[in-house]
């Protein structure tokens, strides 16, 4: 009797080492993934500030702003699938900290910021931006999850629309100069186009008697 309770002891243990390292496989692969498309973000903004220095040397800016639009519309949506990919995943993997892949999603982001930033003035586009900043850690935030939803809603109505998420809890340098330049502390809070700022959770509609919003 005893050899066959150690037995199945044995076979308990092997099997949940066996669970244990088929999750920690699975786990580092979507980890990876995740990390694959952050650098693919980055590069793609370095990429698109030599468009910029070829379009200094250009007869036809047109078209090469065209081109850094598209690229920019495209990373914009990317930027955005990548943070809810982000999410989903810390919400499933438990054994693994996401602070630095966090860091390193939103410094990406922040350089998109810029980016479009550089667009609208070289360029003149018409890119309304609007800088989201919200509380990620516990206890949940539900003004927050509400206002991030608004945000959605207005992105999906408006085109020309680019938000960008920010944490004010992840010890993010830039994020705490983003404070002081705007003058606010909690979340959520919001800059429209680097002008008006709403520091408490904020209507779809007040939102938008603050940005031209084109399709």
Not at 25 to 36: K, M, N, P, T, V
Not at 103 to 123: E, H, T, W
Request: proline residues 1%; charged residues 25%.
């Amino acid at each position: 009797m005893n050899k066959i309770y150690l037995k199945a002891v044995a076979f308990s243990i092997v099997f949940a080492l066996a669970v244990f390292f088929v999750i920690n496989q699975f786990d580092s692969a979507s980890i990876g993934r995740l990390e694959s498309k952050i650098s693919d973000s980055q590069q793609s903004v370095e990429e698109s500030n030599i468009f910029f220095q070829i379009l200094a040397e250009s007869s036809d800016k047109g078209k090469v702003c065209t081109i850094i639009q598209q690229k920019i519309d495209s990373q914009s949506g990317k930027n955005a699938a990548l943070l809810d990919a982000i999410d989903e995943a810390e919400k499933s993997i438990f054994i693994v900290d996401f602070t630095q892949l966090k860091k390193s999603y939103f410094l990406s982001n922040a350089q998109l910021y810029f980016l479009i930033k550089k667009s609208n003035d070289v360029c003149n586009e018409d890119n309304q931006t609007i800088l989201y900043f919200y509380r990620d850690g516990k206890p949940l935030c539900s003004d927050c999850i509400v206002q991030g939803k608004i945000l959605d809603d207005i992105r999906a109505k408006c085109g020309n629309v680019k938000s960008f998420a920010f944490p004010i809890d992840l010890d993010l340098g830039f994020v705490d100069l983003f404070k002081t330049l705007y003058g606010f502390e909690g979340a959520p809070s919001l800059v429209v186009n680097e002008k008006k700022v709403f520091s408490t959770l904020t209507s779809e509609e007040e939102i938008l008697k603050n940005i031209e919003c084109r399709n």
